[in-house]
Each structure stands twice: as C-alpha cells, then as structure tokens.
C-alpha cells in the first residue's frame, strides 16, 4: 500500500516538476533541430514525468528536395509506438535535477515537489541516496512520448517513474527501448513523396477517353530512416520502398486499368506509362475511363494512393519486416464530353 501510494504521489509531483523546471543542463546535448536529424521532444504523459530523447534520426535517400508525408500503417491493428523508456539520469544528474528544483521554490513547491522525489530516490524506498555508490554503473531510466503520437491515448501507457538498470542489462519492461523500438519509430519519421500522379490528357479528361496514369521512376525511391542512440552504438535502419499505386476514380461512373485499380511497380521502378501520341485508344497498364461528365465547373476527386513496403536492420543483427505503410492525396479531375463520341 505503501508503495503504491509513494508511486501516485510521485505522479502529481512529475507534473509539477515539469512546470515549474526547465530541462537540466544535462539534457542539452538531446536537441538536434538541423535538416537531416530530428529528436522527439519531451513534456508530460499524463501524470507522470517524460524527457527529451537522445534518440537520434537521419533521412537517407533522394527525397530531400520533395513534398514529403507521413505513412498510415496498411494494417489497422498496429502502430508505431506511442511512448517507451529510454537510459535519461546518471545518479549525479538525477540528484542535480533535484537540486535546481530546491533553488526554483515559489510558494515552498520546488521543496515539497523535491522532497516528495528524495522519498523515492534518496531515502531508500526503493533507492538509497539516487545511486550515487553506483555512478558510471548504470542509468535511470525514464518515459519519452513520441512527438508524432503525444496525442495519442497509449502515451500515456509509460507511467513509472525513473527505474534503475545495470549498464549491459536489459529492463524487464515491455516498452524499453530495444533496437524494433528504434525501429517502429523510424517508421514514423519516413518522409516519402507527396502522391502527385501525372496523367494523359492532363488539363481535362474526356468521356470514354482513357486518361493515361503512371508516376516518375525518379521520385519513387528508395528512402530510409536511421534512428540510433548516441554512446550505445545500437541503431536501427527502416527502409521503405514502393511498391504499388492504388487509384480511385472519385465516381462509380468511371472503369480503372487495372480493374481492380492497383497499378503495380514496373521494372525500372516506374508505376504505369507515360501516354505516348499514337495511343489515345489503346488500354493504358495504369489509368482510368470516365463515363460521365462533371458538367460544368465539377470535377471528381481521384485519389491515389501509393503502398510502401517496410523493412528494418539493426546493429544488432535483428531485423524483419514491419507492416506496410500507405500515403496518398487526391487531385481534382475534369472531364469533359464531346457529342461526337459515341458512349
């Protein structure tokens, strides 16, 4: 019972912590703001305390210079994670947080926040004095809210206070950071190209008429996120590459090519074909035939919707395969009639 109420209590003083103290000059080698690397940030999960990350991630590949997007897992039952814990205190730093929050005391909290944190970590329920005989020996460990999902109800799933773990050991904790965690994160840091189809007639389509569908084999790359945790030497490369085009008419009057509108990766990892003069009547590989108007000033949305396959390899040797991402933007088609043509 004990235990369970110095936990609680723990939980409204992380909240307080975190209002009323600024990260400790310890953690200022965790932001990373330049082009090519990014960190998650910290803040609060529910009640309990959160840090900044040290995990680290790099874009690798060519989608630099384009519109980027993130991936919607294909399959609906998993996400990449909401929250983990990660190696956050030395016993020195640790005390030092404390020690600041002591020196930052309006109205007496930074004290009564400080003293609530010396029952846990100084008094020897669990630990005695933060550890301080163990510095070097091992690290802290504290929750960290993925930025992409801080909104998301499973943040609030990492709800420990700081625990201890022996360096080498690994946390008896389901949501300790482990190299498919660098991984399934990375997975949320993928930039891939914005959806952008090009398309034959491209001003206005006409009635009957396929209008030819494909995507630049140039922009549909390859691209790969690498996140890794400074001073461990663990890290995790996800790699996402193309592998499919799903279109949608945006009307039931409309018949797509392939049938079931899935235009697969060709070779030379274009999707589709361009339209070549010569071929207004042939039956495109990737398209789509309107068989009605959108009258005057409509259009029809056409969404189309490019499927990532998704893999991951670590330092440590272990990799797979995780679900398959998808991310597509709807453009607006115009098509036309011409009374000459028959329907």
Same mark, same amino acid.
């Given at each position: ?7 609680a ?25 330049s ?5 998650a ?11 900044q990350?040290k ?10 210079t ?18 983990w ?5 030395s ?26 944190y ?9 630990y ?36 201890w773990?022996e ?10 950071l482990?190299?498919q ?8 840091e ?12 491209a ?5 009957n ?8 084999q ?29 279109i949608?008419?945006? #009307?039931?009057? =409309?018949?797509?090519? $392939?049938?079931s @509108? ?6 030379? +990892? !274009?999707? /589709?074909?361009?339209?070549? #003069?010569?071929? =207004?009547?042939?039956? $495109?590989?990737? @398209?789509v ?5 959108? +009258? !005057?000033? /409509?259009?029809?949305?056409l969404?189309?919707?490019v ?20 991310f597509?933007?709807?453009q ?12």
């Amino acid at each position: 019972m004990k235990r369970r109420n110095t936990t609680a209590v723990l939980g409204t003083a992380a909240a307080l912590l975190i209002t009323l103290q600024s990260a400790p000059d310890a953690w200022a080698d965790r932001t990373n703001t330049s082009s090519s690397s990014r960190s998650a940030s910290g803040g609060r999960s529910g009640q309990n305390i959160t840090v900044q990350t040290k995990v680290r991630t790099t874009v690798n590949g060519a989608t630099s210079t384009a519109k980027t997007g993130s991936l919607t897992s294909a399959d609906t039952n998993w996400t990449p994670p909401a929250c983990w814990y990660e190696p956050a205190f030395s016993p020195k730093e640790l005390k030092a947080s404390l020690d600041s929050l002591r020196k930052y005391n309006p109205f007496g909290l930074g004290n009564m926040v400080a003293d609530m944190y010396d029952a846990y970590f100084k008094d020897g329920d669990p630990y005695k004095n933060y550890n301080l005989d163990k510095q070097g020996e091992g690290m802290f460990w504290a929750a960290v809210v993925n930025p992409n999902r801080e909104d998301d109800p499973e943040a609030s799933l990492c709800d420990k206070p700081p625990f201890w773990v022996e360096n080498g050991d690994t946390p008896d904790e389901p949501l300790a950071l482990t190299p498919q965690v660098l991984a399934e994160y990375a997975y949320d840091e993928l930039p891939v190209p914005d959806t952008e189809i090009e398309m034959k007639p491209a001003d206005a389509s006409t009635v009957n008429l396929p209008t030819w569908v494909w995507l630049d084999q140039a922009k549909f790359k390859k691209v790969s996120v690498t996140a890794s945790l400074p001073g461990t030497g663990l890290s995790a490369t996800t790699t996402a590459e193309p592998v499919s085009l799903h279109i949608e008419p945006g #009307t039931s009057d =409309a018949q797509t090519f $392939p049938a079931s @509108g899935d235009c697969t990766m060709n070779a030379d +990892g !274009s999707i /589709g074909e361009p339209y070549t #003069t010569g071929k =207004a009547n042939e039956t $495109p590989p990737c @398209g789509v035939t309107y068989l009605r108007s959108t +009258g !005057s000033g /409509g259009s029809y949305g056409l969404k189309a919707t490019v499927t990532w396959k998704i893999s991951w390899t670590s330092t440590t040797g272990e990799g797979g395969d995780l679900p398959n991402g998808t991310f597509g933007t709807t453009q607006n088609v115009t098509v036309r009639e011409i009374q000459s043509v028959n329907r």
